[in-house]
């Protein structure tokens, strides 16, 4: 499955390369929407160069997450809601390689996950993440500051100040084993990983 998503990843990151490698007009702004692991976004960016682009951004999700993570030997629904804005730069290192981009920002929001035991629906546990300063790092490829439609895809790590994890009050007998194990959980650390597929009309 790995190796399918990693080709995939790959073809269509050759794709888009090969679709905006032709000459265009350069776009002082741009307009778009961006989907990710923590919901759909829209933002706006202005180049202040062919190399610079800043971009402010906001976004959310409500709803079920993909992931059913296993504690004390349960298996636990995620039910998840973000709300977040943004303000982000990207750069173009390399003069005939504008598709290159390596990004930098900073996030204010919140995370907040609701975790049910698929076998005992009245056994929950919170782990939010509350309104702190997020920073993030990545790369992308993609999104060139040309006139027209603009792909790009987006890859780094968002760094947080690390969850809240607690039980919830109607929860009568919480299971400090999976409070801990939740706490341990790469997938409610300090540090989240982050994909995203951006469309765009720059202008």
Known sequence: MKKTILFLITVFTITLVNAQNKTKEFANYSVGVSVSPFGGSLGFGYNLSSKT?????IGGFNGSAPIS???AGNDFDVESSSSWVGMFINHRPFEDSDWF???TGFGVGKIQNELTNSNNASDIYHANYGGNIVAYVGVGVGSRPVK?????????VLSTGGPSVFADR???SPNNTVLNEIEDDSFFGSLLPNAQLNISWGF
Request: net charge neutral.
């Open 53 to 57: 682009t800043f971009q402010a951004a």
């Open 69 to 71: 993570p296993k504690y």
């Open 101 to 103: 981009r390596l990004g």
């Open 148 to 156: 027209g439609l603009q792909f790009g895809f987006d890859l780094g």
């Open 170 to 172: 109607d929860n009568s």
